[in-house]
């Protein structure tokens, strides 16, 4: 079945928006630790998704009605992962992703953008390295483990009649490089395809040399730097043989994103201590079954669903939840290399920004995300 697992493995790929829990886009995937490796017991694969969102707004009547246009810009995911199997119990990985982002613009409002947020822009980047090692303990039962770099840049523009005094204000934060950790167990039976993997990851927190303006004036004197813990989460992976050539597939993940506050110091001082960002703790879900058609090819479908949040929509992240539905195939040439790859479509839930007279709504909006992966066996 590692055809069909490999075509799972292409939709899971392309979560970068049904793994939407806040700032998530690659959901810290490390799936590349159980890889089977080829005669010199290696194992390498490389990734690429693309994201395109459709994600717009409407104010309120009583503030003109203006539409915001697309806020989300589209964007782009990458991934590395190389194993390789040391002894018949040891066996170690290098993982490249992008755990976080965020890429939006509103139109300004003399533009025709929204009155109460045109003119707000938020761009977020992240590259992590994984290093893990796994070990094999007999039985079916294994534990992996290893250590996370992960480097992170930010910049915040506000602007538009909701931010009121501090219309036009902006934040650089200059990348910052912090390490933490992973951790987890893994019990398998290959004769019928089962695994179960349970992983966690830790926080980490970083410490931004930071810049603020409001139109580029500066307006609080030099800035502290900014401290901004990303989130611990949980990753739970499963897998197993239901038929001949039929495999059902899934994961859950949660994050612990209330411990996500970006407040710097002037910004802090000018709103008593607010956060840049409004983020919640939150789960997200994916469940899939993949058939092994021919020899050489495999197709998998799967659904993924994120419930919706209790608290404040934040205008740099203005969803609610979400449904997908995604559809992938593998194939595997007579050399080893296998090409794998997803098409995924995503209803994002409605969000509401601002309370009263004063609000913007999103609502009927999706993105769609198709991904591509390499792997080769060696």
Same mark, same amino acid.
Do not use: C
């Given at each position: ?14 979560t ?10 690659s ?42 246009g ?7 995911t ?23 982002g ?5 139109d300004?409002?003399? #533009? %025709?953008?929204?009155? *109460?947020? @045109?003119?707000?822009?938020?761009? $977020?980047?992240?590259?992590? +390295? !994984? ?7 007999g ?10 770099m992960?480097?992170? #840049? %930010?910049?915040?523009? *506000?602007? @538009?009649?909701?931010?009121?005094? $501090?219309?036009g204000?902006? +934040? !650089? ?107 919640e ?58 090409i ?9 839930g ?5 309370s ?23």
């Amino acid at each position: 079945m590692k055809n069909i697992m490999t075509a799972g493995a292409a939709l899971l790929m392309t979560t970068s928006m049904a793994h939407a829990v806040e700032l998530d886009r690659s959901g810290q995937d490390i799936s590349v630790i159980f890889a089977e490796t080829g005669l010199g017991g290696s194992y390498a694969e490389l990734s690429y998704g693309s994201i395109m969102p459709n994600l717009s707004g409407q104010d309120a009547a009583g503030v003109g009605g203006a539409r915001t246009g697309n806020v989300a810009n589209d964007y782009t995911t990458f991934g590395i992962g190389f194993k390789h199997q040391y002894t018949d119990q040891f066996s170690a990985a290098l993982i490249l992703d992008q755990p976080y982002g965020a890429d939006i613009a509103y139109d300004p409002a003399g #533009s %025709g953008g929204s009155a *109460l947020f @045109g003119g707000t822009i938020a761009d $977020l980047e992240s590259e992590a +390295v !994984s290093a893990i090692g796994r070990y094999e303990m007999g039985n079916g039962f294994s534990v992996h483990g290893g250590l996370r770099m992960q480097t992170i #840049s %930010g910049d915040v523009t *506000l602007d @538009g009649a909701a931010y009121r005094g $501090l219309a036009g204000y902006n +934040v !650089s934060l200059s990348e910052d490089t912090a390490y933490g950790y992973l951790v987890g167990g893994a019990y398998e039976r290959p004769d019928i395809a089962l695994r179960v993997a349970l992983t966690y990851f830790s926080e980490i927190e970083h410490s931004f040399e930071t810049t603020e303006d409001v139109r580029g004036v500066p307006a609080f004197g030099p800035s502290a730097n900014t401290d901004v813990t990303t989130p611990q989460a949980v990753n739970l992976d499963f897998q197993t043989g239901v038929a001949p050539g039929t495999l059902v597939f899934g994961s859950v993940r949660w994050a612990d994103y209330d411990v996500v506050k970006v407040s710097p110091s002037g910004f802090a001082g000018a709103t008593s201590g607010g956060s840049l960002t409004n983020t919640e703790t939150g789960f997200s879900y994916t469940l899939g079954v993949g058939r092994q058609v021919t020899d050489n090819f495999a197709a998998s479908l799967s659904v993924g669903y994120e419930p919706e949040g209790d608290g404040d929509t934040s205008p740099l992240a203005p969803t609610n939840g979400n449904y997908s539905v995604s559809l992938g195939g593998a194939y595997t040439l007579d050399n080893g290399l296998e090409i794998s790859g997803g098409v995924r479509y995503v209803k994002l839930g409605d969000a509401t920004l601002g309370s009263g007279p004063t609000t913007t709504s999103f609502e009927d909006n999706d993105a769609v995300a198709v991904g591509l992966k390499i792997a080769m066996s060696f």
